[in-house]
């Protein structure tokens, strides 16, 4: 039987049948998990229906006292989450017990939002005001290479709302929320928050389900769209956070022994799989050598190994199904381009991939025109920042992107021509709980973190009073 148990009305709860979650440095069963039948999302919907009425007429003072206590709970269980994460998702134990306090802080920042009543009108004719009521139950689906900090982006906001909540996990990496679920199960009214896990096919019977009012989405582009789809016949509210193919565009004149260590970072942490990692790099002629060398020296110079393991700086590849395919990219960028640092696996068990660094490669081919999600950086030569630019825009893709020059004015002026939700100038992938954020084009619908995150868990109202 399983250690981890579901969250569903108040009570943990096995799931009715369960399922292995690997460890993937070592290839080897981390524990069981607990796996969610359709009567149990069913369960799980009922509970947050019934929970609804009255969290909604909670006073918002009360339900930020609960979020504070989360975030409390968190934080003081922080090496503990951070441990299990480590081992269920890979990353190195430092950045992982981070993410861990960041999910934290996400839960306090959301403490100190509010939702007022905005006037419109306050004239002898009428009064007019602009509510914003929470739409019921919300449907929460998470990815697995931030289990913790992407949970962090949805909850608190929802809660904060007044709405209701079930919450999902990836299959390969459900253990710190349920872990996290378990430890919080007595903050919140029965209900108000349920988490289920499953084994990779309830998020499509939460999007269809008629009991959840909006899904809140973060995952690829392939699965956003079926989430879309499966959405239209209730009307269905939707964020979607999708993937992305960010470019970098190193112009002339930037130093690449600066450079290169921050694009490297931009690239690699969480050995790529990150939604808004460098994917790209556009690197001018005048430099492009340079630069990549230096990207190749570190490259070969990063630790990579079990997450638990002191020194560790990259990890493994979440699973096995990315680990084939990024291990895919990589045979692919053999024949389109020149490997100059990894291209191949790590002699030991585990989905570990030596960071790859792939030179005289270019636009067209998969490992540029692809999401990669790996450890596997294209750097690509470019003679005009236009046809650079051009080039970074022509993607199905827009999450962000970044741009590198000592000349600010010039970063400046191609970012506001990036078609990104986010572009950086001089730093890559910098997020914080008051920005909102979320993607152009086919990286998604909406806006998560921030003011503008929070409305989008609302209903606006308008009452309108003739006087
Ligand atoms: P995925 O789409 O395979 O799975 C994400 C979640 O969706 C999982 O919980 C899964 O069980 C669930 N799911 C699967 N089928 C579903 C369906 N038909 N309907 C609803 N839910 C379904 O994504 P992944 O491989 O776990 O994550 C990697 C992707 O996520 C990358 O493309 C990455 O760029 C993207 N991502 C985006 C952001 C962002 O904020 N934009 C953040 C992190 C990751």
């Known amino acids: 039987m399983s250690d981890y148990k579901l969250l569903i009305n108040g009570a943990l709860v096995d799931g009715d049948s369960e399922l292995d979650v690997i460890n993937p440095a070592t290839e080897e069963v981390l524990a069981r998990a607990p796996r969610a039948s359709k009567a149990q999302l069913d369960a799980a919907v009922a509970a947050a229906q019934a929970a609804f009425p009255g969290w909604?007429?909670?006073?918002?003072?009360?339900?930020?006292?609960?979020?504070?206590?989360?975030?409390?709970?968190?934080?003081?269980?922080?090496?503990?989450?951070?441990?299990?994460l480590t081992q269920e998702q890979g990353k190195p134990i430092g950045d992982a017990t981070g993410e861990v306090y960041g999910a934290s802080a996400?839960?306090?920042?959301?403490?100190?939002?509010?939702?007022?009543?905005?006037?419109?009108?306050?004239?002898?004719?009428?009064?007019?005001?602009?509510?914003?009521?929470?739409?019921?139950?919300?449907?929460?689906?998470?990815?697995?290479?931030?289990?913790?900090?992407?949970?962090?982006?949805?909850?608190?906001?929802?809660?904060?709302?007044?709405?209701?909540m079930v919450l999902k996990p990836a299959p390969t990496t459900p253990l710190s929320t349920l872990k996290l679920a378990a430890l919080i199960k007595d903050v919140?009214?029965?209900?108000?928050?349920?988490?289920?896990?499953?084994?990779?096919?309830?998020?499509?019977?939460?999007?269809?389900?008629?009991?959840?009012?909006?899904?809140?989405?973060?995952?690829?582009?392939a699965t956003g769209k079926k989430v879309m789809a499966g959405a239209a016949d209730a009307l269905k509210r939707i964020t979607l956070e999708l993937g992305g193919n960010d470019a970098s565009i190193v112009l002339e004149g930037s130093d690449p022994k600066t450079v290169a260590p921050k694009i490297f970072a931009g690239a690699f942490q969480n050995s790529g799989q990150v939604c808004i990692a460098i994917k790209r790099a556009y690197v001018h002629d005048s430099i492009y050598d340079a630069m990549c060398e230096e990207l190749a020296q570190l490259a070969d110079a990063a630790v990579v190994g079990d997450g638990l393991e002191q020194g560790t700086q990259l990890g493994p590849?979440?699973?096995?199904?990315?680990?084939?395919?990024?291990?895919?990219?990589?045979?692919?960028?053999?024949?389109?381009?020149?490997?100059?640092?990894?291209?191949?696996?790590?002699?030991r068990k585990g989905y570990f991939i030596k960071p790859t660094i792939v030179r005289d490669i270019t636009d067209g081919t998969r490992l540029v025109d692809e999401e990669q999600f790996g450890p596997v950086l294209?750097?690509?030569?470019y003679h005009d920042a236009e046809d650079a630019?051009?080039?970074?825009?022509?993607?199905?893709?827009?999450?962000?992107?970044?741009?590198?020059?000592?000349?600010?004015?010039a970063a400046y002026d191609l970012a506001t021509r990036m078609e990104s939700g986010t572009v950086w100038v001089n730093k890559h992938a910098d997020l914080a709980p008051n920005i909102p954020f979320g993607g152009a084009k086919g990286s998604g619908i909406g806006v998560e973190l921030g003011e503008e995150g929070l409305a989008e868990f609302t209903?606006?109202?308008?009452?309108?009073?003739?006087?």
């Open 459 to 467: 209903q606006l109202q308008v009452i309108n009073v003739a006087r």
């Open 56 to 84: 909604r007429d909670t006073p918002i003072a009360e339900r930020k006292a609960k979020l504070t206590e989360i975030a409390d709970i968190i934080q003081a269980n922080a090496v503990e989450l951070g441990r299990l």
């Open 188 to 221: 919140l009214p029965p209900g108000v928050l349920n988490v289920i896990a499953d084994g990779g096919e309830l998020g499509a019977a939460m999007t269809a389900h008629p009991g959840i009012r909006k899904i809140s989405y973060t995952g690829s582009t």
């Open 378 to 381: 294209p750097v690509i030569r």
């Open 317 to 347: 590849i979440q699973n096995k199904t990315q680990y084939d395919r990024v291990m895919g990219l990589i045979e692919s960028a053999r024949a389109d381009g020149k490997i100059i640092a990894g291209g191949e696996r790590l002699d």
């Open 389 to 409: 630019l051009a080039r970074a825009n022509n993607s199905e893709y827009g999450l962000g992107g970044s741009i590198w020059s000592p000349d600010l004015d």
């Open 106 to 164: 996400f839960f306090r920042y959301f403490t100190m939002l509010d939702l007022p009543v905005k006037v419109l009108d306050d004239s002898e004719a009428r009064k007019v005001e602009v509510h914003r009521r929470p739409l019921g139950v919300v449907g929460a689906i998470v990815p697995w290479n931030f289990p913790m900090i992407l949970m962090a982006f949805k909850v608190p906001a929802a809660l904060l709302a007044g709405n209701t």
